[in-house]
């Protein structure tokens, strides 16, 4: 069972940044993908931005160019760097990474962290 603990959010004005870390007990390469999803008030959790097993990264439209996925392979964090940041991006965000076991694709979430991105 893959444990995933969340750290960095908090209150930003609109422009401001704030950097999210996803630590795991697991190596970070041996997740099929690793990234992090976010869910607005009234509103359906969403897949923000991910990395595959190989270091490629995803973003959704909206974040492209504003937000950075990275990964440490020694310290076996996933980040999210968030600049610019928009009211719109206020929501809880969730560290999720998928892992193959036994022909499974299993899916795990962190607990949660707030961001509230203030007009």
């Known amino acids: 069972q893959a444990q995933l603990a969340e750290s960095g959010g908090g209150l930003v004005q609109a422009g401001g940044s704030l950097r999210l870390s996803c630590a795991t007990a697991?190596?970070?390469?041996?997740?099929?993908?690793i990234g992090w999803y976010r869910q607005a008030p009234g509103k359906q959790r969403e897949l923000v931005a991910d990395m595959s097993r190989g270091g490629s990264p995803f973003y959704v439209d909206s974040v492209k160019g504003r937000f950075n996925i990275s990964r440490d392979t020694i310290k076996n964090t996933v980040s999210l760097q968030m600049n610019s940041l928009k009211p719109e991006d206020t929501g809880v965000y969730y560290c999720?990474?998928?892992?193959?076991?036994?022909?499974?694709?299993?899916?795990?979430w962190g607990q949660g962290t707030q961001v509230t991105v203030s007009s």
């Open positions: 697991e190596a970070v390469a041996s997740f099929n993908a």
């Open positions: 999720h990474a998928e892992m193959w076991v036994r022909s499974q694709l299993l899916e795990y």
